[in-house]
């Protein structure tokens, strides 16, 4: 698998879109594309910038691998509707340049991230969980899949626009006993496409940790991915000092996930509840922060506020609910 390099020469982009050099360095005499400047005064291009030219000007790709991307990557079209069963049958058995080729197209092609997310990778996850339980997948072909979406996310991540050093701050990630990755890693990255400085902390964090974070971080807005819970009164103890902190500190404390049924919402304090990552998205865009900074989602995203959570698959080994 090649290796995405965060600055390329006007000559691999050139030769991967399939145009001359004289032609690139026009479009960067536009302002078409991003350029840095060596110490020596040549040209550099982000790779992130060579992605969204990509995505708005519609530019096909000739040699794909000359920007670390799969071999066939933006030369056809992939259709978010087909996506996810595609991706599942990849997944199964474990291709993971397919799912690359796949994810990739479908961001070319100018589909969102956090539809990516939510259509696609969740979606396929699910399903792999529901054929782990009726015995038509094995736990490592399961678990396989998961490794192959994470790499996955983070490959999408480097695509994405930079950041304006005015973004607002956000993290989050999982409490004790749960060590769910994909739900907390899918939402930094939705966040962050939507111009938040989101980071996730990972997974299993005590909540003494977590409220250090609130306390130290002054960030606006938090998220708590619970995909699993060992202990009901243990989590509504370790919450309630989660929650107590974020109140403290003035952020707004966001929640979602199957492990989060009707009544164990009713026993705790958020800001919102929320059912997929355009939910956590949209509800972020509508915080203060966001609209001073400029960070936006399309219209129509609104925030699930104590919204009822869909019924907990327990058959899926890893859960990809926010």
């Not at 396929?124 to 736990?139: D, F, K, P, S």
């Not at 966040?191 to 909540?207: I, K, Q």
Request: glycine fraction near 8%.
């Amino acid at each position: 698998q090649n290796t995405v390099k965060s600055l390329l020469t006007p000559k691999q982009v050139a030769r991967a879109i399939g145009v001359s050099e004289s032609s690139l360095k026009r479009w960067c005499d536009k302002g078409l594309l991003t350029t840095q400047k060596t110490v020596g005064g040549h040209r550099r291009l982000p790779f992130n910038d060579v992605i969204q030219f990509l995505r708005q000007s519609g530019q096909r790709l000739s040699q794909p691998e000359l920007l670390g991307l799969p071999a066939t990557a933006g030369q056809g079209s992939t259709v978010i509707s087909r996506a996810c069963e595609q991706v599942v049958a990849a997944l199964v058995v474990g291709d993971a340049e397919q799912v690359r080729r796949l994810i990739v197209d479908l961001y070319l092609a100018g589909q969102r991230a956090v539809e990516i997310c939510d259509k696609v990778l969740a979606e396929a996850l699910h399903r792999i969980g529901q054929q782990w339980g009726h015995g038509e997948v094995e736990v490592y072909q399961e678990r396989r899949a998961v490794e192959i979406v994470v790499r996955v996310l983070y490959e999408l991540r480097e695509m994405l626009p930079s950041l304006s050093p005015s973004a607002p701050a956000a993290f989050g990630g999982t409490l004790s006993g749960d060590f769910y990755i994909l739900p907390t890693t899918m939402a930094e990255l939705a966040l962050r496409e939507a111009g938040w400085r989101a980071d996730s902390f990972g997974t299993n964090l005590p909540p003494e940790t977590f409220a250090a974070a609130l306390a130290s971080n002054c960030a606006p807005l938090a998220w708590l991915s619970v995909s699993h819970i060992p202990d009901r009164t243990t989590f509504l103890s370790d919450y309630e000092r989660v929650a107590r902190a974020a109140s403290l500190a003035g952020t707004a404390l966001v929640v979602g996930g199957r492990a989060l049924d009707a009544e164990l919402r009713q026993d705790m304090q958020f800001a919102a509840a929320c059912d997929n990552f355009r939910h956590l998205v949209g509800f972020a865009a509508n915080l203060p922060a966001a609209r001073a900074a400029g960070a936006s989602v399309k219209s129509g995203q609104t925030a699930a506020v104590e919204s009822e959570s869909r019924p907990p698959n327990p058959t899926a080994v890893e859960s990809v609910d926010n």
